[in-house]
């Protein structure tokens, strides 16, 4: 597949005087979906090798970058809950009213913590690969060390300790792909392997630490201290799709998550790992703009 059109870039400036920036893919007068990127990422994740399929699927993706990730200014002790008012303020310049939300990985706090806040504005949520909040004892992966977990609940402290964690792929963020490739399972090496795949990786790892190491700390600590609001307080459709052989996020933690939604849909591919929406995009967005 080709590249198809790149995104549509800008940025707006928020009432507390920073800077948000974001990009667009597909229809302007399509669908709107907001995207909550992972983390590390950037305003340039998406889920498709051509962009052109957003416009053939009548999707306008927005993707902004979260606060001190890309050309966003960072926002000093800023949490989960801070980030709807800055969708709000972006959103409401650009003429959307009703709108889905989609994540990926580190996304899912944010996506849900703005159905939470919108109401009825949110259509419908879907997550890919996300966990829940600390609410609940988390199942770790195998490969997060002792002191991330002993720091876990102490943010200021997690972030701290992170920081020199974080260090070394922020030097060369491009060979995140190539790392992933060989750490991860096999379904996730075969969609890393195609060349139009580890571009994107590439492209949106390189744009969200191009500022350094420091927002990724931070968005990783925050991910583990309480969200600001109760899961069973979201009225939305929340769908879930987690691949079963996720090594980066297990699929216990989405099947978590899924239980502890008022009105959760669960899709576990089996076989499948943490890229799994490359396989599976359009299926994932006709399920949400259904």
Known sequence: MGAGAGPR????????????????????????????????????????????DYR??????????????????????RRVMDWPDDVRQLLDSLGIGRFAVLSLSGGAAYALASAHVFGDRVRVVGILGGAPPPDVPWPWPRWVPERIRAAAHRPAQLASALRPVFAPIALRPAMIPRYLQVRLNAADRRVIGRPAVRRILADTFSEGLRNGPAALAEDRALLFRPWGFPLSAIGQRVHIWHGTQDWQVPVVMGQVLSAMLPDSSGHWPMGEGHFLVFDHAEEIYRTLLA
């Open 9 to 52: 870039e800008s940025s707006i400036r928020l009432g507390d005087g920073r800077t948000l920036a974001y990009a667009e893919y597909g229809d302007p007068d399509g669908e709107p979906v907001l995207g909550c990127h992972g983390s590390p990422s950037s305003r340039l994740e998406r889920h498709v090798e051509d962009a052109e």
């Open 56 to 77: 053939r699927w009548g999707v306008r993706l927005v993707v902004p970058d979260r606060p001190g990730f890309g050309l966003s200014d960072p926002q000093p002790g």
